[in-house]
Structures are given as structure tokens and as C-alpha cells.
T-cell receptor, first 114, second 115 residues
Framework: KAGVTQTPRYLIKTRGQQVTLSCSPISGHRSVSWYQQTPGQGLQFLFE???????NKGNFPGRFSGRQFSNSRSEMNVSTLELGDSALYLC?????????????FGPGTRLTVL | AQSVAQPEDQVNVAEGNPLTVKCTYSVSGNPYLFWYVQYPNRGLQFLLKYITGDNLVKGSYGFEAEFNKSQTSFHLKKPSALVSDSALYFCAVRDGDTGGFKTIFGAGTRLFVKA
């Protein structure tokens, strides 16, 4: 099975712009989560989607949004980019919504905001 | 609130020696605990998990973890370290219910294995 794929792998944007990141989960996985990884804050949960519905959300401003399509692919959008949004954005998929199910991570999208 | 603590930023160990990466947690109910590893420029890889049952959990690449409910700990261990084990290790707890979950990660511990 192909793993979790994320596109693009690298992005450079300027402050005020918006960006859309894409994630394709492992075939058959219906749960997709997004995380932000920075040296200072570590790994922080953004949101989780299951069957096209946002099931949980982390403590991020409304500039961060996401969605999931019927084929389980997911996108996240960040509007009005700030310098502090520079980070590695990781997507993870899992086979279901149970707490004890492990997640499979993509390689990430590295976003640099200038 | 659920939380995970990894008290060591870095652990250094010689190849062939046993290694331990520490993790303590705080949860309100039964814990779902995980260890993940991150190699440079790559995403996280699942190593092992504890849901219920035996306190000693075995995972990938010869790693194991010991769940200790009284000490609220879930330390990662390996009997004999390899240079290739050098990476960033994250302990995590899953928080939520059937309505939705989120994974809370520790700050990470960088493991250096010296030849």
C-alpha cells in the first residue's frame, strides 16, 4: 500500500498570502489529522477529520482551516500568513476513529513564510 | 487536561548498551499511549502502543515500552542500542472519545547512539 502523501513538499510564501496544503491518506483510511511541528512548540494538533466531518480541533486561530473530501483526501488552508506560521505541517491517517489506533504520517510540507 | 512529559531533551548512549527514553503522562481516563520516531527530513513512524493488557509492550525495531500505572509512566527501552537508532522520539497520548480524538505529543527526546 502506498503511504500518506503530502503535496507540495516545500512552499515559500510571503506574509499576508494564503496557502493550501494537500494530503492523501493511505487507501482505506478514513481519518485524517493535521499537525504543526516547530522547534519551539513541538508537535501541535490542528484538527482531525473523519468521513468529511471535522471531529476535533486544536487551539489554533481561525486562519487555519481544513476540509476532507469524499475520497478521504484532505486539505488545510492557512490564510493571512504570519512569520510564525513557518513550520513543518504533518498529515496523518488512521484506519478508524478509535483512540487506540495508531497513525501513519506523511513526510510533511515545509512552509516558509518570508 | 491530558498531557505528556518527556523530561530529557537528549539521551546519549553507546552502541550495544541498553537505552531508556522516559515519558510520563497525565490522563483523566484509561490511557492510549504511543511512541513514534522521527528520522531527519521524514515524517513520524509508529513504534508501539499501549491500550490495555500486558504492561510490557513490544514494538518495531526491537523497541519495547513499560507501562506503569502507579507512576503514570511509559518509558521506551531497547536492550542493545544501534547507531541507526539515533533519531527524535516522541511519546504521545490519544485524548477524546468516539466523537473525535486528538493526539498530544511530548516535546520529544533526541537519542544519540555513539559507535
Amino acid at each position: 500500500k502506498a503511504g500518506v502523501t503530502q503535496t507540495p513538499r516545500y512552499l515559500i510564501k510571503t506574509r499576508g498570502q494564503q496557502v493550501t496544503l494537500s494530503c492523501s491518506p493511505i487507501s482505506g483510511h478514513r481519518s485524517v489529522s493535521w499537525y504543526q511541528q516547530t522547534p519551539g512548540q513541538g508537535l501541535q494538533f490542528l484538527f482531525e477529520y473523519f468521513s468529511e466531518t471535522q471531529r476535533n480541533k486544536g487551539n489554533f486561530p481561525g486562519r487555519f482551516s481544513g476540509r476532507q473530501f469524499s475520497n478521504s483526501r484532505s486539505e488545510m488552508n492557512v490564510s493571512t500568513l504570519e512569520l510564525g506560521d513557518s513550520a513543518l505541517y504533518l498529515c496523518a491517517s488512521s484506519a478508524g476513529l478509535a483512540g487506540g489506533i495508531e497513525q501513519f504520517f506523511g513526510p510533511g510540507t515545509r512552509l516558509t513564510v518570508l | 487536561a491530558q498531557s505528556v512529559a518527556q523530561p530529557e531533551d537528549q539521551v546519549n548512549v553507546a552502541e550495544g548498551n541498553p537505552l531508556t527514553v522516559k515519558c510520563t503522562y497525565s490522563v483523566s481516563g484509561n490511557p492510549y499511549l504511543f511512541w513514534y520516531v522521527q528520522y531527519p527530513n521524514r515524517g513520524l513512524q509508529f513504534l508501539l502502543k499501549y491500550i490495555t493488557g500486558d504492561n510490557l509492550v513490544k514494538g518495531s525495531y526491537g523497541f519495547e515500552a513499560e507501562f506503569n500505572k502507579s507512576q503514570t509512566s511509559f518509558h521506551l527501552k531497547k536492550p542493545s542500542a544501534l547507531v541507526s537508532d539515533s533519531a527524535l522520539y516522541f511519546c504521545a497520548v490519544r485524548d477524546g472519545d468516539t466523537g473525535g480524538f486528538k493526539t498530544i505529543f511530548g516535546a520529544g527526546t533526541r537519542l544519540f547512539v555513539k559507535a
